[in-house]
């Protein structure tokens, strides 16, 4: 009797080895098998077997044939592939194609790298191929990030000194119910838990975003999530993206996509400019939260860079640098820069979109940040 186990570990070998008589499995595929090998084929073995060329007709059905054949992750990594190998960034300008890709955020990232050159026919589903991404994102962590930051905004204004239209009777009762008499029903408080007056609960955040070639999936998480804090009354929100300029783009938070074609992807980075608009942005320091999203490879003026760093920090601001805020939350950077922040005091570390919501939580809160 043949061991299904070992079965299945031959079948996967075939497909990753490619087939022919020196992969030495001998192991036959089903029809399912063929297509997928086929498809497999076409992308890693293009050099030697003609692979997806240049035809847009065949682009086509091979976009259409992962679909089919892999979960949507694993499509996912095969575009992603294809850009890679193939070079496939200018068959993306072409609306047919668009219609058939699986919009995730590399594939937002490469269409703002490309927008400039998007021909007319092709803007308006590239735009839908944005609008769905941002949607999907939105529909996944726009809830948890508004409930993360309200729930955080309305702990950091409770006081236990409140004025008499301050007290939360419902918190203060709660607190207090060891201290409730049964035999004559009374309930004596030891303290009181208030809310502090609405205008000293107002918390600015102010997101500096590094637009380069590199960030450009952290470019495309922090637009998004830009557009949803935008949507929090108690959040005053500021936000730029910087290569060597920097553009501020908080006029534009009301359409993440708006904000996300407003940006200019792969461009140099002078992260000095991006801290010297953060310390313009801090009306009440005190109240600020300044997060820089960048690698930190600094272009510029390095001995600027950080000495404006101090500043925001001597000010009393939080002050929060993300390597990466993207889905493996691994970035790529400058070690001696990110050291030295650290030691200036801005918590540096890289962040998953999931991990987004309780970080900024955590930083209203004024409690310790941490990876």
Same mark, same amino acid.
């Given at each position: 009797?043949?061991?299904?186990?070992?079965?299945?570990?031959?079948r996967?070998?075939?497909l990753?080895?490619?087939? *022919?008589?020196?992969?030495?499995?001998?192991?036959?595929?089903?029809?399912?098998?063929?297509?997928?090998?086929?498809v497999?084929?076409?992308?890693?073995?293009?050099?030697?077997?003609?692979?997806?060329?240049?035809?847009?007709?065949?682009?086509?059905?091979?976009?259409?044939?992962?679909?089919?054949?892999?979960?949507?992750?694993?499509?996912?990594?095969?575009?992603?592939?294809?850009?890679?190998?193939?070079?496939?960034?200018?068959?993306?300008?072409?609306?047919?194609?668009?219609?058939?890709?699986?919009?995730?955020?590399?594939?937002?990232?490469?269409?703002?790298?490309?927008?400039?050159?998007?021909?007319?026919?092709?803007?308006?589903?590239?735009?839908?191929?944005?609008?769905?991404?941002?949607?999907?994102?939105?529909?996944?962590?726009?809830q948890?990030?508004?409930?993360?930051?309200?729930?955080?905004?309305?702990?950091?204004?409770?006081?236990?000194?409140?004025?008499?239209?301050? $007290?939360?009777?419902?918190?203060?009762?709660?607190?207090?119910?060891?201290?409730?008499?049964?035999?004559? *029903?009374v309930? $004596?408080?030891?303290?009181?838990?208030?809310?502090?007056?609405?205008?000293?609960s107002?918390?600015?955040?102010?997101?500096?975003?590094?637009?380069? *070639?590199?960030?450009?999936?952290s470019?495309?998480?922090?637009?998004?999530?830009?557009?949803?804090?935008?949507?929090?009354?108690?959040?005053?929100?500021?936000?730029?993206?910087?290569?060597?300029?920097?553009?501020?783009?908080?006029?534009?938070?009301?359409?993440?996509?708006?904000?996300?074609?407003?940006?200019?992807? *792969?461009?140099?980075?002078?992260?000095?400019?991006?801290?010297?608009?953060?310390?313009?942005?801090?009306?009440?320091?005190?109240?600020?939260?300044?997060?820089? $999203?960048?690698?930190?490879?600094?272009?510029?003026?390095?001995?600027?860079?950080?000495?404006?760093?101090?500043? $925001?920090?001597?000010?009393?601001?939080?002050?929060?640098?993300?390597?990466?805020?993207?889905?493996?939350?691994?970035?790529?950077?400058?070690?001696?820069?990110?050291?030295?922040?650290?030691?200036?005091?801005?918590?540096t570390?890289?962040c998953?979109?999931?991990a987004?919501?309780?970080?900024?939580a955590?930083?209203?809160e004024?409690?310790?940040?941490?990876?």
């Amino acid at each position: 009797m043949t061991d299904p186990t070992s079965e299945e570990l031959r079948r996967r070998w075939r497909l990753v080895l490619g087939g *022919g008589d020196a992969d030495g499995t001998g192991q036959p595929l089903s029809a399912q098998d063929v297509g997928m090998d086929r498809v497999l084929e076409a992308l890693y073995d293009s050099d030697r077997r003609g692979g997806l060329g240049s035809s847009s007709p065949r682009v086509n059905a091979w976009l259409g044939d992962i679909r089919r054949y892999f979960p949507r992750r694993t499509v996912e990594l095969l575009q992603r592939d294809a850009l890679d190998r193939l070079g496939l960034e200018k068959m993306l300008l072409q609306p047919e194609l668009l219609e058939q890709v699986q919009p995730d955020v590399n594939l937002v990232a490469t269409l703002l790298t490309l927008k400039g050159s998007l021909p007319a026919k092709a803007r308006d589903t590239a735009r839908a191929v944005v609008r769905q991404v941002a949607d999907e994102v939105e529909r996944r962590l726009a809830q948890r990030l508004r409930e993360a930051v309200r729930g955080a905004l309305d702990r950091s204004r409770r006081t236990r000194r409140p004025r008499h239209n301050e $007290i939360d009777w419902d918190r203060t009762i709660r607190a207090n119910l060891r201290r409730y008499d049964p035999q004559s *029903g009374v309930l $004596i408080p030891e303290r009181l838990v208030g809310h502090a007056r609405k205008g000293s609960s107002l918390r600015r955040v102010i997101l500096a975003v590094d637009q380069s *070639g590199s960030m450009a999936s952290s470019v495309v998480y922090a637009g998004i999530f830009g557009a949803v804090l935008a949507t929090v009354r108690s959040l005053s929100l500021r936000m730029c993206v910087f290569d060597t300029e920097v553009a501020d783009l908080s006029e534009h938070l009301s359409d993440p996509v708006s904000l996300l074609f407003a940006t200019q992807l *792969g461009g140099g980075t002078e992260i000095h400019r991006a801290l010297g608009w953060a310390e313009q942005q801090l009306e009440r320091p005190q109240d600020s939260i300044v997060v820089l $999203i960048t690698d930190l490879f600094e272009g510029g003026d390095r001995e600027l860079m950080f000495e404006r760093a101090r500043r $925001i920090t001597a000010s009393g601001a939080t002050c929060i640098c993300l390597l990466a805020l993207s889905d493996d939350g691994k970035p790529v950077y400058d070690r001696d820069n990110a050291a030295s922040m650290q030691a200036l005091g801005w918590a540096t570390f890289g962040c998953t979109p999931d991990a987004f919501p309780e970080l900024l939580a955590r930083a209203i809160e004024g409690r310790k940040l941490k990876a």
